[in-house]
């Protein structure tokens, strides 16, 4: 992006041959190091890595495409797509923002998308609508018509890029068909960038069905890639996600389909091409359980995974439990006859058992009763009256829960911790030191100067507490309906 | 596992006192799944129809809320595709004092009380509040061709 006369050139006249590569462990975008340093340009990222003849970290993630191809001798050198990809570069570079065409101009894969157009559609939206020539020949044929007549017989500039697709599936027997174009460096290969190119790039020209007509697949993706330049002084404009992946994935899985053939591996001296490993990984995703370890691929299992977490975190936003000790020390009182209700009988609203005169039960400071056991069970996980929501944690006085024990634990001294920037709900920071990092709640701190931002958030949780119970009893359809049916807090 | 005394109480009393245009019956195999149903309630674009609902009581239960999923296709805010119910009461603001007769009634109350501004289904909610009428209109018209008995 440095500067313009770069941009305007396809890469392949650069002598690029000793320039050192950059490639993005994060987002797998590469550059040269001497445009753009060390740290990626793309993302930000420091996890960078410069590529190296004998260590291409590109190797795993792209599926060994480039090396596959390279490392056969018999094939001719992918570079010499270069020359013939000028024109596509130049076409294409008209219609972009150089921000664009940095991100796609050194893709040697992109003639297997032997046309490619790329138009804006609006502001850092781009459609891409791609033809796939595969060219089918007899297996071991001098090279059919059609790929003879290629150079010539081509439209535009993707006449010469035809050619030297056929040259690729034909590379035995015709070799480089670009004399004047040496080979370059490996540094130029660069997988394309941005996800819906990157499947893009994965589909190679086959050849192997016997009948030499040359099938055609097309595909139009339009993406809404953030490809714009940001404008720092100005917030950009809403800009979609990025179109989700299914929808990317089954349209180019319908656009390349099934090899047709698998005859065509002869013409490969060396493993087969990238493109079957490449449908078959996600011909695995798609159908099935369309879950991929922590990925999803397909509506159900996204569906699965947020009800999965909806119900983790259903019970999050409720109060945390009370203590052991107010629990326990909740007064017990003996049912008396004021407490059935109109028709003789009361029951303990969390069992439901019957309760008679005479038993014991435990009262709660809002003065609803229940079986100990049963609003222990309760109290245990959620500080809540079953009726009224109001916890048994007196708020202001001794404090008694955990937190609050925290607090006063709080000594004078305000150490770091205190800076330490707390949310109610958040966990508890500060507790401990670095000697002490562990302090288990209700043991006696060992270094109680340093509890004081336990303390400061312990009473935020609190209120915010607090403010819940203000908000419910204000009301809300549930706490209506409780009110109705149970009445008001007796 | 035995099932607790309570959840047969429930049961008992669901059958034994009816909520009118409530019922949740359990399955024969599985006390702790039920087949639920709630009529729309009056003066609601649900009026007239008859949503299906499953009920399960997970193990610690009445510790944990029930799990309620509507079977039938409703057209709500509150309420998503897949019959997911945005309800307080079923998530933190569960209480065990509440119970199955209870929840379904907070849910026949909320066909009666959508509440676009805590939206699940967030094209709906947003619907409701662009153009109310128009979304209540096909609540409606999903009443009428998913929820009739």
């Not at chain 1, 150079?151 to 034909?170: K, R, V």
């Not at chain 1, 609050?404 to 001294?413: C, K, L, P, T, V």
């Not at chain 2, 702790?32 to 399960?56: A, C, M, N």
Request: glycine letters at 10%; aromatic letters at 6%.
């Amino acid at each position: 992006m440095s500067q313009p006369a770069t941009e305007s050139q396809p890469p392949p006249a650069q002598p690029s041959g000793h320039r050192d590569m950059m490639f993005c462990h994060e987002c797998h975008d590469e550059w040269y190091r001497d445009e753009h340093g060390l740290t990626c340009p793309e993302c930000g990222s420091d996890f960078t890595e410069i590529i190296e003849e004998g260590n291409d970290p590109r190797d795993q993630h792209m599926l060994d495409h480039d090396h596959d191809m390279d490392d056969d001798s018999s094939l001719p050198d992918l570079e010499a797509i270069s020359p013939a990809m000028r024109p596509l570069f130049a076409a294409m570079h008209a219609n972009q923002s150089p921000h664009q065409h940095d991100h796609t101009h050194d893709d040697p894969e992109e003639p297997d998308i032997s046309s490619l157009q790329f138009r804006q559609v609006g502001p850092g939206r781009f459609s891409v609508t791609g033809t796939v020539f595969r060219t089918v020949s007899p297996p071991g044929g001098g090279g059919p018509p059609q790929a003879a007549r290629a150079p010539n017989a081509g439209s535009g500039p993707f006449g010469g890029l035809t050619a030297i697709l056929t040259n690729l599936i034909h590379g035995g027997i015709a070799g480089p068909q670009n004399p004047t174009q040496p080979a370059q460096g490996s540094q130029d290969h660069q997988p394309g960038q941005g996800g819906q190119m990157d499947e893009g790039a994965g589909s190679q020209p086959q050849a192997g069905v016997p009948g030499g007509a040359p099938q055609v697949h097309r595909f139009t993706y339009t993406a809404g890639a953030r490809l714009a330049p940001r404008d720092p002084n100005n917030p950009g404009p809403r800009l979609e996600p990025v179109d989700e992946l299914n929808n990317v994935l089954v349209g180019l899985m319908a656009a390349f389909g099934e090899p047709p053939d698998h005859h065509h591996h002869e013409h490969f001296h060396g493993p087969p091409p990238p493109i079957n490993p490449l449908i078959q990984l996600f011909a695995q995703m798609l159908p099935g359980s369309g879950q991929f370890g922590d990925a999803v691929y397909s509506q159900e299992a996204l569906d699965r995974i947020i009800t999965q977490l909806m119900e983790q975190n259903a019970s999050s936003n409720a109060p945390g439990p009370a203590s052991q000790k107010d629990i326990d020390s909740l007064p017990r009182r003996k049912v008396g006859v004021e407490d059935l209700g109109s028709e003789g009988h009361a029951e303990c609203s969390i069992c439901m058992d019957e309760v008679n005169v005479g038993e014991e039960v435990a009262e709660l400071p809002c003065h609803h009763w229940f079986h100990h056991a049963c609003i222990a069970a309760w109290l245990g996980e959620h500080d809540t009256c079953p009726h009224c929501r109001k916890g048994i944690t007196k708020k202001n006085d001794a404090p008694a829960n955990e937190n609050s024990r925290n607090q006063a634990g709080s000594g004078e001294g305000a150490q770091a911790s205190t800076s330490i920037p707390s949310m109610p709900g958040a966990f508890v920071t500060g507790e401990g030191s670095s000697e002490n990092p562990y302090v288990i709640s209700g043991s006696p701190p060992a270094h109680p100067h340093n509890e004081d931002g336990s303390g400061n958030n312990g009473s935020t949780t609190r209120t915010d507490a607090a403010g819940a119970e203000d908000s419910s009893a204000g009301g809300g359809i549930g706490e209506r309906l409780r009110r109705g049916l149970f009445g008001p807090p007796r | 596992m035995a099932l607790p005394k309570r959840i047969i109480k429930e049961t008992e009393r669901l059958m034994a006192e009816p909520v009118k245009g409530i019922s949740a019956v359990p399955h024969e195999d599985n006390l702790r799944y039920f087949d639920v149903t709630i009529d729309g309630p009056g003066q609601s674009p649900y009026e007239g129809g008859v949503f299906k609902l499953e009920l399960f009581l997970p193990d610690d239960y009445p510790m944990t809320p029930p799990k309620i999923r509507f079977l039938t296709k409703i057209y709500h805010p509150n309420i998503d595709r897949l019959g997911r119910i945005c309800l307080d009461v079923l998530k933190s603001n569960w209480s065990p004092a509440l119970q199955i007769r209870t929840i379904l009634l907070s849910i026949q109350a909320l066909l009666g009380a959508p509440n676009p501004d805590d939206p699940l289904a967030n094209d709906v909610a947003q619907k409701w509040k662009e153009d109310e009428k128009g979304a209540i209109e096909t609540a409606r018209q999903w009443t009428e061709q998913y929820a009739k008995p």
